[in-house]
C-alpha cells in the first residue's frame, strides 16, 4: 500500500524515463550500425558520434533535475517539460546527422526546459521552507502558476 | 520509522549503487595509472581511455532505469539485474583493454539487460495505472514473473 | 502531507542538485563561447572542452551516490560532501582552463568525497539490515559520528 502511494507521486517520471532509456539505446545502435557498416564515411562516424555524445553528457544533468523537481513540487509539469525535451533532443540528434556545411548546432540544447526545472525544483524546496517556519502553504497556488508556466515552454 | 520503511525498499538498489561506484573509481584510477606512467603507448591509452568513455556513457541510463525499476517493480530482480549489469561491464572493461588485434567489441553492452529493466520499469507502472482505473492488484502475480524472467538474463 | 514528509528528508539534496545543475550550465556556456568565439586556438577549446568533459563524467556517479548516502542515512553530512564536491570541481574546471605547462590535473578529483559517500550509503545499509535482524538501532550514534567525520574532508 505503501509503494503503491509512492508510485501514484512517480509514475510520470517513471514513464519518461523509461522512453529516454529507449531512446539512448536507439542513439546508440544508430552509432553502432554506423561504425560498423561497409560503406565508413569518417564524417559520418565522426557526426553520429559527436551528437550521440552531446546527449550523453547532458543526460544525468536532465534525469537528476527532472525528478528533482517532480518529487519537491509536481509531477505533472516536470513530466511535460521532460517530453518536450525528449523531443527536443530527437530533433538535435537528427538535424545534427543530416547536416552537410560546417555549422553544426551549439553544444547545448534544451538550456530553457533544464533552467525550468531547476527554477521548479528551488521553488519546491522554498516552498517547503516557507511553510516549515512561516506556517503557510502556498503549495496550490505556486503549482498551478508551474502548470501555467510550462506551457510557455512551448513557445519556440 | 518512516524513513526506515523507505530504506526497507530500496536498501539492495543502494548496495549496487555504491559497489557501481566503487567501480567506476577503480576504472578512473586504472585511466590515470596508465596515463602518467612512464612507457606511454598511446595505443594503450587510447584503447583504455575508450573502453572508460563508453562505459560512463552508458552509465546514468543504467542508473536511472534501474532506481525506476525498482522502485515501481519490487527491488530484488532490479538489483540482481543490476549486479548482472556490473559484472558485464567489468568483463567488458578487461575485454576491450586485452584487445590486440583491430576486431573491438561494439560500442553497446548489456543491452537485453537494460531493456529488461525499462520494461520492468513500464510493466510496474501499468499495474499501478490498471490498480487505480479498475481495481485489480496483478502486482504479486508481475512480480513473481518478473523475478522468473530475471534468471532468464543468466543465459548468455 | 505525505509529500512534504518526503520533501524533508531531501530538501538540502534538492539544493545541492539545482547548484550543480546551473553549474554544468555555466561549464557549457563557457565551451559554446570558446568554441563560437572568433580568436580560435586550439590548444583553448580543447582544453575546456576536456575539462568540461571530465567534469561530466564523474557527475553521474556523484549525483547517484549523494543521493543513496542522503536517503539511507541523513541528508546533512551527504549535503556537505556534496557542497564540497561542487567547490572542488569549480576549481579543477578553472585550473584546468588557466594551466599554460603540459602537466595538467589528474582524471579524477574528488575521490576523497565520493569514497566518503559511498561508504556512508553501505554504512546507511548496513546499519538497517542490524536493526532489521537484531533489533538493535545504531542510527543516531552513526549520524553522529558521520556529522563528525563530513568535517574531516575540510582537511586538504
Known amino acids: 500500500m505503501d509503494t503503491c502511494n509512492i508510485v501514484e507521486n512517480i509514475y510520470l517520471l517513471a514513464i519518461i524515463t523509461a522512453l529516454s532509456v529507449f531512446q539512448n539505446v536507439f542513439f546508440a545502435l544508430k552509432l553502432d550500425k554506423e561504425c ?3 560503406n565508413t564515411r569518417p564524417t559520418a562516424i565522426e557526426r553520429v558520434s559527436c551528437a550521440n555524445r552531446n546527449c ?3 543526460y544525468p544533468t536532465f534525469i537528476a533535475v527532472m525528478w528533482c523537481a517532480g518529487v519537491c513540487l509536481n509531477q505533472a509539469p516536470a513530466a511535460f517539460a521532460g517530453l518536450l525535451y525528449l523531443i527536443v533532443r530527437h530533433k538535435y540528434f537528427i538535424g545534427y546527422m543530416g547536416q552537410t556545411s560546417q555549422s553544426t548546432p551549439g553544444y547545448l540544447f534544451g538550456k530553457r526546459i533544464l533552467i525550468f526545472l531547476a527554477l521548479m ?11 516549515r517556519f512561516f506556517g503557510s502553504d502556498y503549495r496550490e497556488t505556486v503549482e498551478t502558476f508551474t502548470s501555467a508556466a510550462s506551457a510557455l515552454l512551448l513557445i519556440p
Chains 1, 2, 3 share one sequence.
Do not use: F
Not at 525544483?121 to 511553510?131: E, F, I, K, S
Open 36 to 38: 560498423t557498416s561497409d
Open 121 to 131: 525544483c528551488l521553488v519546491g524546496v522554498l516552498n517547503y521552507l516557507l511553510m
Open 56 to 58: 550523453m553528457d547532458s
